[in-house]
């Protein structure tokens, strides 16, 4: 196959294109199985944040989600309001204060990721096995070299 | 090679996960490309829009951007101020109103695109042609079973 500078091109502006149309379509997936539910799309994604990557300080946090420390904290007092979260003193360093995931906000995220699924596992209806794996490899792998 | 119920679910929940973290990232980098611009990512998306369908009214615009007709309104009165689009007449129908992309619109948008695809290149140098190809193809085919 002949794959000259102008083709790498074409193959780079297709992915670009596809995959900025494709997390427009995430995010606007997600907003709507949100609707359901008593909480923001950026409280979702602190949520999701806790739930794969365990307890984590405001500041940790508000790296993660690219947001300033004081937005951090508006949204984590609401959290904390709603019994999703808990703030929680490191045991050994009593300065260190800790946010930490509580059984509401597990079985919230745990639902709407299921949700998300159930929407994929739909998409998915007609691909062989060989080519969901497939997917599965290239994203793992274009997540890994993005982060 | 076997795959069961369990597999199954575990590649469909690896593709979700992926999926939402990469569609984080691609946000994310969009807006940091943007902070050299004066506008902002709902602003982008309209342009963008434009810039891959053509001229469209503000009703089908507020469809695309799963946004309010009023909100739409008021990103492209911001967009016209900034001499980005203009609102054209419709010639047979001169109740129909279109939003058309002015030429500074669509060297911002170009500038803007190339931008992520020099991104996209870094991260691609060591991919070989056919992975590129496939990571391509099932983009391609997921962005469209998605629509």
Redesign the interface.
Known sequence: ?E?DVND??N??????????????????K??ELLNDYSITLPQF?AL?WLF?EGDMTIGELSTKM?LAFSTTTDLIDRLEKNDLVKRVRDENDRRVVRVHLLLEGKKLIDEV?KK??VY??E??KEYS?E??????N???R??H???
């Open positions: 196959m794959f790498y091109r193959v780079v502006a297709n992915i670009e294109k596809d995959l900025r149309y494709i997390s427009g379509i995430i995010k606007q997600g907003r994604i999701q794969d690219y990721i998300r699924q994929l596992m998409l998915f096995q080519d969901l794996v497939q997917i599965q290239n994203l793992m274009l997540h070299d993005m982060r």
